[in-house]
């Protein structure tokens, strides 16, 4: 599964991508207001470089171990510790500096993108070893992140607040487009004029606002507290979307699972051109008419779901269920009030969508 090794762009939802909920995890670690973010501010302000490793259980054969230190970690004690020269080396849990003045020996045969000594070196034992390493550099003031094959530059909170604020307003502007695209794709249902490409376009405006999202939500990890109103902001743009989507593909595709599937494995820039998702999900080269099965408008009236079902299953979609008469719906309910409810609940959905309403 392809990862960005700079984690600036996510590959796709993290709901569905494991290797980058493992780095989120590891980036909470190192949130504003916790003890090691604090040991690590306070050594880039005192103008101090620094190697720290937490250990992982598979360290051992790439360090030699220096002075065995074995006490409990404080932000003070590893801040005096980087003064010495190699490699500080934390347990597994981070509550206990176990060594200090350790040198680090990976394999040289391992490809890094480094110049200094001290990245390089960072970089290859994480490689190497899969742990949690970080190169804080004295020249740069700056504190660099590996985990595996990922290297992620830590930023101040001012710097993440500005461009998680920059992030928010690109999202921001996708969730109107996406609005607008929706109120359209409605009419287009309603009036059974839809087409493969109008499906394709409208997943691909759910899927941008995934991968935007997904950014801003890295950010809120390394904010931690601080990103309390982004957090709300976000989740305000984003709500109910995930849901709406999923029954687009429910209406749409007969094997919803290995559609998103598809949507997983596409990158952001073959993403950003609608005609490639089209091409991808329907295997297509043309345009063509397709009708829903209709969960996603009959889910907006206030129909049981046993009766949604029950519609679907007997017309098979929208198209025919919006075109049949009174007497053959009435053979889904169970009594004429429930019939002339749902006629009335069709009528009220149709005058909305009319009028460009968000339902």
Known sequence: MKVNKEFDLPVSKERREMPRKEFIDVLKMFAPGTSLRTALNDIIRANMGALIVVDNGNIDGVFEKGFRINAKFSSQRLMELAKMDGAIILSRNMKKIVFANSLLIPDHNIPTRETGTRHKAAERTSVQTGAIVLAISERKNKSTLYYGDIRYELMESSEILRRAAETMQILEKQRDVLGEALNNFNLLELNKIVTINDVASILQKFEVIHRVSAIVKKYLVELGKEGLVVNLRLKDLTRGLEKEEDLILKDYFEKK????????????????????????????LHDRPISPRGWRLLSKTNILEKYIEALIARFRNLDIILSRNERELCEIFENEGLCAFFKKELYNLREKISLGKQI
């Open 257 to 284: 699972t290995l559609t998103e599937k598809l949507l997983e494995k596409m990158d952001f820039d073959f993403l950003l051109d609608p005609e490639n998702v089209s091409r991808m999900l329907f295997e297509e």
